[in-house]
């Protein structure tokens, strides 16, 4: 018999079959045994002890008990059918309860055949319950693969209603071991197992799902986490040194008449420590001849802006013109206005291009683009429409990013008017404009390396002197009416308020409601005409939305209401209370995005964290956080702990690493010693030509399909 390889396609393992292929492609992504070999258990079920129904104990445990069927039915309830069987062993009886896939179960299913049922038992109407068991039979369950530990795949309500449980998957597992021979290539070179001790790829894959022990399980662990890191730190380096190396940048040698006249005349304030050193690391960038791609991480209110203005004034002082575009139009507009409001004293010319720009204005703003009379342009997604070119565009800058996905930062490098070469963005020739990307999602340094290796990362690590920090409190809803009327003092000092309610995808109908309810509840106690309240949600459109948020901008409300559309950038110093309802439904750095809200003037700010009484403990870690620091930073990784980096960055962070079995948070130190290693190697074989290195070179081109990367590696 041929030994299948390992691209084969899933369909011919025995046992799937078309249908089942089907749905393990829909469901899994499983195409070829490769794609089966490596989903990777969630977690492991010790199976080494057999329990009787007698002993069972009200803890809620997965326990495994041998015993037989004795009857079976199917029971009506208003809330749906479910199959109910009762099983016996010698010390008493239980039921199983099967909610989805009862047909398939009443076919299947043997009566008074010995089993062997594996899940977590309820106690239920006085009796002990177990919903959706794993089964086996006993005959089986002895020829098993003897494991001291059972592997428990990912899995879909799709999945186990196709009867293609946890069991069927562990068993197409051990067939694709026995039709591979498990034989599976090595990766990595024998200096780094050596020195790492590690365990063999095939030796770390026949581990990880059929442990044999803990201890080897940890070890096929930490194999292939570190593989997989380390593969993943290979690219992001090569990525990097392609660019520092081949991607040649526009030259800004000089520090020119604009800069040193804003410099020396128009600052509005001195610069932090923190300011100046970001603004030297980015001059040397650009006068580096190769491309910039830089990261400006600041927290909220760190004072981004100015520091971009100035870079675009380097750009300008070189003969280039320079852009910034920004999520949503109101931060356009403020981007837009506090920027003229700078430039028009050194005599440069600025536009602005949304959504809502009119068509006469906007066909000025294409040709003076062209033409080169325009400076800078602030706007929004706008700008990357297919009519809007520069004569030499220099600099795009980026403001809050991880609204922005990377196509549209790569959309930006054709804006030019240099010569480009759009088929390939390397050759020679083709010079990109300088690339800097702001952001006030404090990401914990190691994390940022890894998900955004390409680029280089600057901080604004200090505030800028004088800022009052914003008191945070956390009260209950039961307070409410006090909370209420301190607002009301708030507002009679002139000052504005936020009230924030949470909104997420899965409860919308529920959230709108209580959005709205709580609008209603705002708008009795604050009536008008001495009151008026902005609300700005999601449901609504964005001319409205506009239209709500600028009343509030204008100081014509005092309160608003609104869903967490506001989290972004919204400059209004006026404010100096936001109420975040709900707050134990919010992330951390949500939680601290919303309250860089406030505290953008002088007067004290304050941060209102409004919940129930029943919370979690988690819920509680994060508000006690967030009343105990003002530090982004630090937040960020406290909020790294609860969660991980998925939820943080929103799933599209997740996504560009597509992750199988390492977390970087806690794998954390793992991490350290792949890019440690993956920097070594290049280091001293950068196109990974020595012998020793060869596993790694084949296994890194079959990962990056691109196989010419090579080539720009000199
Ligand atoms: P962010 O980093 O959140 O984008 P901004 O650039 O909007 O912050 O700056 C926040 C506020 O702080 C602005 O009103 C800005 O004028 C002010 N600011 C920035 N830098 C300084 C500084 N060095 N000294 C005093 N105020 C500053
Ligand atoms: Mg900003």
């Keep these: 018999m041929n030994i299948p390889n390992l691209q084969t396609p899933i369909v011919y393992l025995k046992g799937v079959g078309p249908n089942r292929a089907e749905t393990l492609q829909s469901e899994l992504g499983i195409h070829t045994y490769q794609d089966l070999l490596n989903l990777f258990p969630n977690r492991y079920l010790d199976k080494t002890q057999y329990y009787k129904i007698g002993q ?135 200096n780094i197992l050596q020195e790492l001790h590690l365990l063999p790829k095939a030796e770390s894959l026949l581990n990880i799902h059929f442990p044999k022990n803990q201890e080897l399980l940890a070890k096929a662990q930490f194999r292939l986490k570190f593989e997989e890191l380390f593969f993943i730190q290979l690219q992001l380096l090569t990525k990097k040194a392609l660019r520092q190396q081949k991607i040649k940048g526009l030259p800004f040698d000089q520090v020119g008449e604009y800069f040193k006249e804003f410099y020396d005349h128009h600052l509005p304030f001195e610069l932090t420590g923190a300011q100046k050193r970001v603004i030297k690391e980015i001059r ?80 000025v703003i294409h040709s003076n683009l062209e033409n080169g009379s325009l400076h800078i342009l602030v706007g929004t997604h706008a700008l990357l429409e297919d009519k809007v070119q520069f004569q030499n565009l220099g600099l795009a800058i980026i403001d809050e990013q991880h609204r922005f996905g990377v196509a549209q930062r790569a959309k930006l490098w054709h804006k030019g008017g240099t010569p480009q070469n ?3 963005e390397t050759s020679a020739g083709s010079l990109p404009p300088h690339i800097l990307v702001m952001t006030a999602t404090p990401i914990p340094r190691t994390l940022a390396m890894s998900l955004y290796g390409d680029l280089d990362i600057s901080v604004i690590d200090e505030l800028p002197p004088g800022r009052k920090p914003v008191k945070t409190v956390h009260r209950f809803d039961s307070n409410r009416l006090k909370v209420f009327g301190f607002v009301r003092d708030e507002i009679k000092k002139g000052r504005q308020v936020y009230v924030v309610y949470p909104l997420i995808q899965e409860s919308e109908a529920l959230d709108y409601k209580d959005l709205m309810d709580g609008y209603e509840s705002i708008a009795r106690d604050f009536p008008m005409p001495n009151y008026q ?32 559309v ?45 919940t129930g009484h029943k919370l979690s403990e988690e819920s509680k870690t994060r508000l006690h956080t967030m ?57 001293a074989d950068p196109r990974l030509e020595k012998p020793e290195n060869l596993p790694i070179r084949h296994a890194y081109s079959q990962i990056v399909k691109h196989k010419n990367i090579w080539n720009y590696i000199s």
């Design 56 to 190: 069972l104990q009200r803890s809620n445990a997965d326990v495994q008990i041998a015993g037989k069927i004795v009857n079976i039915k199917t029971v009506e309830q208003k809330r749906g059918k479910r199959l109910v069987a009762t099983f016996v062993d010698d010390t008493g009886d239980m039921e199983l309860v099967w909610f989805r896939g009862q047909k398939w179960i009443r076919e299947n299913l043997k009566l008074n055949t010995a089993y062997v049922i594996f899940g977590r038992c309820n106690w239920f109407n006085g009796k002990f319950s177990m919903p959706h068991p794993d089964m086996e039979l006993l005959t089986e369950h002895q020829k098993g693969l003897k494991v001291g530990m059972q592997p428990i795949y990912p899995s879909t309500e799709k999945l186990s209603n196709k009867g293609i449980t946890n069991r069927v998957v562990s068993k197409m597992m051990q067939q694709l071991f026995l039709e591979t021979k498990a034989r599976f290539s090595e990766p990595l070179s024998d």
């Design 284 to 363: 040397h960038d650009l006068g580096s001849n190769a491309q910039m791609n830089r990261l400006l991480q600041g927290d909220v209110g760190s004072g981004k802006t100015i520091v971009g203005v100035m870079t675009m004034l380097l750009a300008i002082d070189n003969g280039y013109q320079a852009c910034l575009m920004a999520p949503t139009e109101i931060l356009a507009n403020q981007h837009y206005s506090g920027i003229k409001e700078l430039l028009d004293k050194v005599g440069l010319h600025c536009a602005l291009l949304t959504g809502s720009t009119k068509k006469s204005e906007r066909t």
């Design 422 to 424: 759009t088929d390939n």
């Design 533 to 564: 309240i902005s609300i700005v949600h999601g449901q609504m459109k964005p001319a409205d939305k506009d239209y709500e948020m600028d009343r509030f901008v204008r100081g014509e409300t005092q309160i608003m209401v609104a869903t967490t």
């Design 566 to 610: 506001i989290e972004v950038g919204v400059n209004v110093p006026n404010a100096s209370v936001m109420i975040i309802e709900s707050a134990e439904r919010f992330g951390l750095s949500q939680l601290h995005q919303l309250r860089g809200r406030v505290g953008r003037g002088a007067d004290q700010s304050y941060c209102i964290l409004m």
């Design 627 to 683: 009343t105990q620091t003002n530090d982004g930073f630090e937040i960020a990784e406290v909020d790294l702990k609860l969660r991980g980096p998925g939820d943080i960055m929103g799933t599209q962070q997740s996504g560009v690493l597509n992750l199988k079995i390492a977390d970087i948070v806690k794998d954390n130190d793992i991490l350290k010693t792949a890019r440690h290693y993956a920097i070594q190697i290049l280091k």
